[in-house]
Each structure stands twice: as structure tokens, then as C-alpha cells.
């Protein structure tokens, strides 16, 4: 089996198991674009990025937050709508806090950012002490509110911030330590400030959620001795796709629609937005997939976009769509897999696969 992409995108394929042993051929393509800055039309980038064959983190995996996830998995019944970037002050002045603000379609979500701080000690208790005036902070789950906390018993088996494992602030038995000079996280959710160490608090980023928090866990099925002897190696029958989607809940949409408009509030340089602000449209998403198996007719569908992923400070952003095939036995059942972009069509394929470089589930 091959794929002609007639698409300036990048594509290929995959083969993955569903819950009920299923083999379906899945096809994924990516097309990466250049940020429009003034609400021009979006333009694709001469370099697409690739598909993500292994997942990411911002520093060592498992003790940093999670950045870029695989792209080979089976389904993501919603539209993840991800974002990877930096606070910045308003007009590159220093300050202490900025709220930073996310919107397409629907979706709309917004929060603060400060500089680096500190839990203060003083005479009446502990309190948030100032943020350092800051002109870009990163934003990641690894300044947000979480972490673990060590034992002066226990120093092998910390208890852990299970929401956000990777961040900072989190304390299982505040009342036995001393908090004085101790870092405090660097984002918060807009009406809840962090007032005290001794409250647990939702954490705030843009980016993707970790596989193993029970934010996507609670989907990942029962993994026990029933499901040892009588499903092993398939998924267990209370597998629930929504396991794939790597946004926060608060950050996936049903559908991603062209046209819809994508709002940028204090998340792009004041150099290439000085009013903070930053508004574009989202480009043509239709692609067209042209199943040829080796024998019958050929079927056409029209690929889903489920992953909506913006990097400011790289001045792009992608859109990745997914389709799959249910298979009777192999994918060898196809001998081809075409795939069209009406929009920006080319006379000749601009790119050729003969197998996959992943498999998903």
C-alpha cells in the first residue's frame, strides 16, 4: 500500500485496534501555516512540520510537562485546541501580572500569569509574596499549581499533585513544614487567586495533559485480572476514546469549522502586536480521502480536523485532520490512498509513502 498526497500537507498512515478487536487503516495528514499578524489570510509554510511519531516534554519526561503528543492514535471524538507560548507584558513594559487570554469559536478561555514569587513568613503567617515585574514568562504546567512533596519520613514515596504532577506549590500536610522563601506557582485561574498553601487549586496552562493524570486516565479503561485473561492484548470493553485527547476538557471543541476566528490576548511579542492583541481566521480545512482498495469500488470521505495546535513565538500554527478505514483483516486489503485539498490541489504528488513510520494503539 502507498499514499499519493496531492496536498502541500504532509501525511501517512497507520493501522490501530479498536476496543472490540477491530483493525482499522487510519490516515493522518498535517498542514502547518504561518500566523497571520494584521487578519491576513492564513498562508501555509514553505517547511511543514512533521507528524509526531513519539511524545515530547518541555525537559525530562515524566518531571516535565508534557509539549507535543503523538500523532498516531485512532480517533479524537472532539477537536483538541492547543496552544504553546509565552505571557508577555503589554508594550514590553515590566510588570507583575498579565492576563492572558484564549478564544476560537466557542472555546474561551483566559487566566493570569505573574513573575516569579515566593511564599513570604511573617508574624500573623504565611502569605503570597511579591512577583518579580517580568517582561515574557513561559507558560506550561510545570509553573502551574501541582507537584509533589517529599517526606522527611517517606523521602522514596512523595505524595503527588496527581492534576498536574510536573508543576509547583502543591503540599500534602502543609501544617508540618515551614513555608517561608518556597516557590509559588506562576499561573491562576481568573477569580481565584492563590492566597494561601494550605488550598489546592486548579491548574492553568494552554498546553496538553498528561497521559497518566486522571484527567484522561479516568477514560484509559480497567486494566485488571478479568481483563488479563479474558481480553489481553485488546483494550478493555470500558476503553473510552476520549483517552486521546490531549487538551484541558475546558479547551476542546466538537468540531473545528473554516472560518471560525482565533483570538490572542497578550501572547505574541508587542513587537509584532503592540496592542497585545492578535485576531486571524482559520483557513479551508476540507481534505478529501480516496480510499482505492485492491478490489471493489473506491470510497471517498472527507478527513476530520481534530487538533488545532498555535505556537506564537514560533509565528505559526497547524491543523491536523484523521480518518480511518475499517478493515476487514490488513491494510494490505488497499492498494492506494489518495488525498486532495481542493483548495491548494498540485498537478503532481509532493510526497509518497509506502508504510507507516508509526503505529498507533
Known sequence: ????????????????????????LVVIIKGTYVLPLRDEK????????????????????GWSAPEYECDYVLNKPQCDVLLLGTAYAPQGIPTERVAVGLKVGKLNKAFYV???????GGLFGVSPGDPAPFTSQAISYDVAFGGYQYSPVHT??????????VGTGFQKNPEQGSF??????????????????????????????????????????TYDAVWEEDTFPFLPADFDERYFQAAPEDQQLPV??????VTLFNLTHPALTPSGRLEFTLPN????????????????????????????DQQRFSVTWRISLRLRRSSEEIDL??????LIETSQPTATASHSAAHGL
Open 1 to 24: 500500500m502507498h499514499i499519493i498526497n496531492r496536498t502541500l500537507y504532509v501525511a501517512d498512515y497507520t493501522t490501530a485496534t479498536d476496543k472490540s478487536g477491530r483493525k482499522h
Open 42 to 61: 492564513a498562508q501555509l509554510m514553505e517547511t511543514q512540520l512533521p507528524l509526531w511519531v513519539a511524545d515530547s516534554a518541555t525537559g525530562e519526561p
Open 114 to 120: 505573574t513573575g516569579k514569587r515566593t511564599w513570604v
Open 156 to 165: 522514596d514515596n512523595p505524595a503527588v499533585f496527581l492534576q498536574n504532577p
Open 180 to 221: 517561608d522563601g518556597m516557590p509559588m506557582p506562576q499561573t491562576e485561574a481568573a477569580g481565584a487567586p492563590i492566597r494561601s498553601p494550605r488550598r489546592h487549586y486548579t491548574p492553568m496552562s494552554f498546553g496538553p495533559v498528561g497521559r497518566s493524570w486522571p484527567q484522561r486516565a479516568q477514560y484509559a479503561g
Open 256 to 261: 473545528l469549522t473554516a472560518g471560525e476566528r
Open 285 to 312: 480545512l476540507m481534505v478529501r480521502v480516496r480510499f482505492h482498495p485492491k478490489q471493489g469500488d473506491v470510497t471517498s470521505a472527507t478527513a476530520r480536523a481534530d487538533t488545532l495546535l498555535i505556537e506564537p
Open 337 to 342: 490512498v489518495e488525498i486532495i485539498a481542493p
